[in-house]
């Protein structure tokens, strides 16, 4: 057993949004394997010390965080001394939150987004639809980007930046900072990433989305000059509209009998009525196989039935990208509709009309001429 078995694990638990919050009643679970597990409350100072039987260094060990009104946080361990920053949810349909949380050195890394004439920073605090909602300069974090209505048809890319060493591009700070980036949806932790450990570099491009909406892993160190833009915006500049960063290819996979097998499992449960059951088993088969794309379409069902209607949307949108084979127009056709939908029954006529269109391009039948000319008569077309 390891030496450090039994050992206390600290941690602090801020908010993601509000500076030097401290989130007071959240319940912080260690978990080993899925089976052993030590919990225990943050105090007022939002701190929480738990000691496991396990060190938190072994393989299989997840830090869990829950509280009313916030987005559940997991994580991989080890997190002994770490901070962690819980999301409140999000009403927003096409919102999107992003935060960046750290060990102790360096003292300052910063959170970036870029779109199309935007760049949302330290120095640039707000851009169209989204804001910086918290800078940290002191190490640990969090940096939090709110992006509160993402522009369809636009690519995004997101990325550290390690300012405290902006002058040592071949250091390897940035990759020794037990850096971790969570990407929200909604009630949901849809993404969670950690910096790559081998490497040098002061830019840590994590993630992008393109133009249609889907989400693809970049994560990447890269030795730059002490300012990012440039970098950047050819990173953006090489999304293409519709493209994307370091992305395999569009084609039928062979999956795992193991994630086909969860995928049936999830049918099951959804038919049961069992809905989040049916979530769970759809998200761990999309852990084997993310690029799954009928148990996208599938989670996406699920989140609708629950009302989780931003988590809907992002996980039908991942299931349009994935589309191949004969019957792809169809797949599309059926998502682009089930999403405007979507849009429709929240009153974003706008946004539901071009949904609908692409429906339309795709598979030209009444059903969505119909829907076109609704949402044209709604907005006075």
């Known amino acids: 057993m390891s030496a450090l078995a039994g050992e206390p694990v600290q941690v602090q638990v801020l908010s993601a949004v509000v500076k030097d919050q401290r989130i007071e ?111 940290d300069t002191d190490a640990f974090g969090p940096e939090t980007i709110t992006i509160e209505k993402k522009a369809f048809g636009e690519p995004y890319v997101f990325a550290v930046h390690d300012f405290t060493h902006r002058d040592v591009s071949t250091g390897a700070a940035l990759a020794e900072s037990h850096a971790r980036v969570f990407v929200y949806i909604g009630e949901s932790l849809i993404r969670s990433y950690a910096v790559p450990t081998q490497g040098q570099g002061t830019l840590w491009t994590v993630f992008s989305i393109d133009a249609q909406g889907d989400f693809h892993d970049v994560d990447t160190l890269q030795r730059i000059a002490p300012d990012p833009e440039a970098s950047l ?38 038919h049961a009525g069992q809905l989040e059951e049916s979530v769970a088993l759809y998200r761990r088969a999309l852990e084997i196989a993310p690029r799954f794309g009928q148990a996208w379409s599938n989670l996406g069902l699920s989140y609708r039935k629950l009302n989780r209607v931003a988590e809907a949307l992002w996980a039908t949108r991942q299931a349009i990208s994935l589309a191949s084979g004969a019957d792809a127009p169809t797949v599309r056709a059926s998502s682009y509709y089930n999403v405007a939908r979507i849009y429709e029954a929240e009153g974003q006529f706008a946004d539901a009309l071009v949904q609908y269109q692409l429906a339309s391009q795709e598979r030209p039948i009444k059903v969505y001429a119909d829907s076109i000319r609704r949402m044209q008569g709604k907005l006075g077309r």
């Open 233 to 270: 915006r050819l990173t953006l500049e090489g999304l293409g509209g519709s493209a994307a960063v370091a992305v395999e290819p569009a084609v039928a996979t062979p999956f795992t009998a193991d994630a086909t097998s969860l995928n049936a499992q999830g049918e099951r449960a959804y």
């Open 25 to 135: 009643g959240a319940e912080v679970i260690v978990q080993k394997n899925g089976a052993q597990s030590v919990g225990g409350l943050t105090r007022g100072d939002g701190l929480v010390s738990v000691s496991p039987a396990f060190a938190d260094t072994d393989e299989g060990v997840l830090l869990i965080i829950k509280k009313s009104g916030y987005s559940p946080l997991v994580s991989k361990c080890p997190c002994r001394g770490m901070t962690y920053a819980l999301s409140p949810v999000m009403r927003s349909l096409d919102g999107l939150r992003v935060v960046l949380t750290w060990g102790s050195s360096p003292a300052d890394l910063d959170l970036h987004a870029v779109f199309p004439g935007n760049h949302v920073f330290f120095s640039k605090k707000t851009g169209r639809h989204s804001n910086l909602d918290v800078d």
